[in-house]
Nanobody, 120 residues
Framework: QVQLVESGGGLVQAGGSLRLFCAAS????????MGWYRQTPGKQRELVAG???????NYVDSVKGRFTISRDNAKNTVYLQMNSLKPEDTAVYYC??????????????WGQGTQVTVSS
């Protein structure tokens, strides 16, 4: 079994910063892509940022220049540094990881979600 545990969300004023953490644990052979989605009520889940096992990154246009995704492969952890936060960044943030398990099955796992609230 594999688990993804997130932390780091919270309440911050506009212009502030937060850092999200997501650690994978369990019967992991390798981790492929990792990243973060976000969702607000009534809207579809949106891909915020992704990072490959080799470190290539991609971002949704609305966060480019403000958010930075990174990962520590030794710790099976992905991070999202969020700077210059705006009220429209308010959402529940979910991490994901495309994991190959020790038994060689492969699937995408999701974190439990962490609330980010940006006040104006």
């Amino acid at each position: 079994q594999v688990q993804l545990v997130e932390s780091g969300g919270g309440l911050v004023q506009a212009g502030g910063s937060l850092r999200l953490f997501c650690a994978a644990s369990g019967s992991i052979f390798s981790i492929n892509d990792m990243g973060w989605y976000r969702q607000t009520p009534g809207k579809q889940r949106e891909l915020v940022a992704g990072i490959t096992s080799g470190g290539n990154t991609n971002y949704v246009d609305s966060v480019k220049g403000r958010f930075t995704i990174s990962r520590d492969n030794a710790k099976n952890t992905v991070y999202l540094q969020m700077n210059s936060l705006k009220p429209e960044d308010t959402a529940v943030y979910y991490c994901y990881a495309d994991i190959t398990e020790l038994v060689r099955s492969r699937r995408v796992y999701w974190g439990q979600g962490t609330q980010v609230t940006v006040s104006s």
